[in-house]
């Protein structure tokens, strides 16, 4: 046996160690929001018909410009007065200084591309002018923000010039929703990091009775999150790995989470065997052993899971897999390593006030008491079909409404559940101007069926304003054989309308020629939307074959394996069919982005397929020394408190994420913590062990359950 003192050291060692990385790594996760890229053209694949036109344009153009849309409206007319303090708005643009706090004297005609110019609206009483920025410079981090950020902030400041004429102003088009899209997120990670910890504490305050034991978990989590971001910010930074504000988000949600998660398992287990025997290290090497293979194979099905999602088309989508596997193995290791060391130093003074003292009272012992799981485990062992029958139907009529959810996309001023500046602009944009306005189509076509295309787009409803060039009065040579073509789409660009007529559009301009290509703004939100529905059919498969080869391995079996898959995958349609309910009928959401089923059925399939694995682990260690009846029983009545435990604490943790103004974020939430609660209570709880106490040995096939003797 090791001394104490050996013990005591090593232990001390392992903490030093990640206090080291904590002190390194903490501040790298502030730094993540550096190297966030939002915008939807920077995720799409080179194979989009959106992203060739973009490269093409490089040909036509020395910088790809950004549109900043200045909407200015009044109630009556515009008079010659209000049109000359317009005009003189748009010649203070340039010079217009702009903060990005780094102590350096920039204007936003640093980053123009071209001179801005007002344009009255038809009906004389708006006013619109366009401030293209250089996407690439305006976009880069520079001092504390981004130029493209401290262009729309002055431009909002700029307009009350106007307020003496009675002229109400907005920011809006593809560059001001994309700084109030990077302004949602601002500081959002660390508010988002504060309220996970804090909810997470007040539920392991009630679930441990203990004021030091949460904070040693949550400190856990903290270590895990700094371990994974000093990986994560050099692969970002350097462009291996793309990273979202989203995926930054997630990102803090499943490392404490998850790290909660191992960490219940393993205090509860070691609480276990604390009441069996006097030596802490005794204790702890024990419930390490008995722990690590299922936190393990826990670990390792989110990992493999979430690394699925690099098939994905979108660099949103398969950034996110590689950002969130750090996550999960920073977890990992965290809870293996620095939490039993902790444990090992304090004792068992850890737990004060609820001590564990050497009594021999084990948690078996609950399927012969009156307790909340006790009785549960008799329940199931006396009608185990009636169980599995009536909760697979009830999750089979909650699955029924699947079908309703709506997921064919949304707008980009939808994607906000507050309202920005940039939204009601677009309202105002479209009241007054072609809604497509600053977002035009571009076409790149043979220099030779050029004239044939703008003809065809003339005939094409909701477009207008063809021609051949850039820009009106700027018609553009032919290169290598090439030329574009720019036209307005009457339907705001960002609209699920707007990519019906790209649909359309593209399919009439075939027929023209095969060469041709369609781009712009709305055919890079169209295309991201085509490459998420491709995403759906290839990811999911994967993940589910990843999981079931996980399972097979770990349990050493099939059936269990294919009941459990079943299971999980039942709940998360019945998941999305409430969901679907609630946000068509109650929220009154105006629909999803395409995205959102499968960021939900990763988190689903992957984390709550761990509440199965705590539970057959156990089933299985139990059933080889009383049978498979029994032992499920006694799984099911052992592990009932700690999985519901930590089922509540990853609810809980995804439920921070509505800290976010934003519908994705917030829909995700909800379906996370919602869908995790029903594997937690009834998927685990109620159809897996009754269908496993139904089934007997069975379960095991093909391999044959070895029972040792009891006691052993």
Known sequence: MRSRWTVRLLALLAVLAWLAIG?????????????????????????????????????????????????????????????????????????????????????????????????????GTAALMIVNLDAGRASETVGEGTPLQASVDALRELDDSLKPNGIESQVTGPGGIVADLVNAFAGIDGILLLTALAVVFVILLIVYRSPILPIAVLITAVFGLAVAALVVYPLAKGGHIGLSGQSQGILSILVVGAATDYALLLVSRYREELHDTESTWEAMKTAWKASVEPIIASGATVILGLLCLLLSDLGSTSGLGPVGALGIAGALLAALTFLPAVLLLFGRAIFWPAIPRVDHVHREDALGTRSVWGRVARMVGEHPRRTWVITLA???????????????????????????????????????????????????????????????????????????????????????????????????????????????????????????????????????????????????????????????????????????????????????????????????????????????????????????????????????????????????????????????????????????????????????????????????????????????????????????????
């Open 23 to 123: 002190g390194l790594g903490g501040p790298t996760v502030g730094k993540l929001s550096e190297v966030q890229e939002n915008g939807n053209a920077a995720f799409l694949p080179a194979t989009a018909e959106s992203t060739k036109v973009s490269e093409r344009l490089g040909d036509f153009t020395d910088t790809e410009a950004l549109p900043v849309m200045v909407v200015m409206e009044k109630s009556a007319k515009l008079e010659r007065a209000d049109l000359a303090a317009v005009q003189a708005l748009a010649a203070k643009v340039p010079q217009t200084a702009i903060d990005l706090g780094d102590g350096q004297s920039r204007t936003i005609g640093d980053y123009l591309v071209g001179t801005p110019a007002a344009i009255p609206s038809k009906d």
């Open 394 to 712: 009830a999750l089979l009529a909650a699955a029924a409404f699947l079908p309703t959810f709506k997921d064919a996309g949304i707008t980009e001023g939808d994607t906000f559940l507050n309202t920005p500046e940039s939204v009601t602009g677009q309202e105002a944009l479209a009241k007054h101007f072609d809604a497509g306005s600053g977002s035009p189509v571009q076409i790149i076509t043979p220099a030779d069926k050029a004239d044939a295309v703008v003809a065809r787009l003339k005939d094409e409803a909701d477009i207008s304003n063809p021609l051949i060039g850039l820009s009106p009065g700027q018609p553009s040579q032919p290169v290598d054989g090439l030329q574009v073509v720019t036209a307005t789409l009457e339907k705001s660009a960002d609209s699920v309308e707007a990519d019906e007529v790209i649909s359309r559009l593209r399919a009439d301009l075939d027929s023209v020629s095969e060469d041709v290509l369609v781009g712009g703004t709305t055919a890079a939100n169209l295309d991201t939307r085509t490459a998420s529905q491709r995403d759906l059919k290839v990811i999911i498969p994967a993940i589910l074959a990843v999981v079931f080869l996980v399972l097979c391995l770990l349990l050493r079996s099939i059936v269990a394996p294919v009941i459990l898959i079943v299971a999980n995958v039942i709940s998360f349609a019945a998941t999305l069919g409430v969901a679907a309910l609630l946000f068509n009928h109650v929220w009154d959401f105006p629909g999803s982005d395409p995205a959102t089923p499968l960021y939900g059925f990763v988190f689903l399939v992957a984390l709550g397929i761990d509440y199965s694995i705590f539970l057959m682990t156990r089933v299985r260690e139990e059933s080889m020394r009383r049978g498979t009846r029994e032992g499920t029983l006694i799984g099911l009545a052992v592990t009932g408190g700690v999985i519901t435990s930590a089922g509540i604490v990853l609810a809980a943790t995804f439920s921070a994420l509505t800290v976010l103004p934003l519908l994705f974020m917030v829909q995700i939430a909800f379906i996370v913590a919602f869908g995790v609660l029903l594997d937690t209570i009834v998927v685990r709880s109620l159809l897996v062990p009754a269908l496993a106490v139904d089934l007997g040995d069975r379960i095991w096939w093909p391999s044959r359950l070895r029972r040792a003797k009891h006691g052993d």
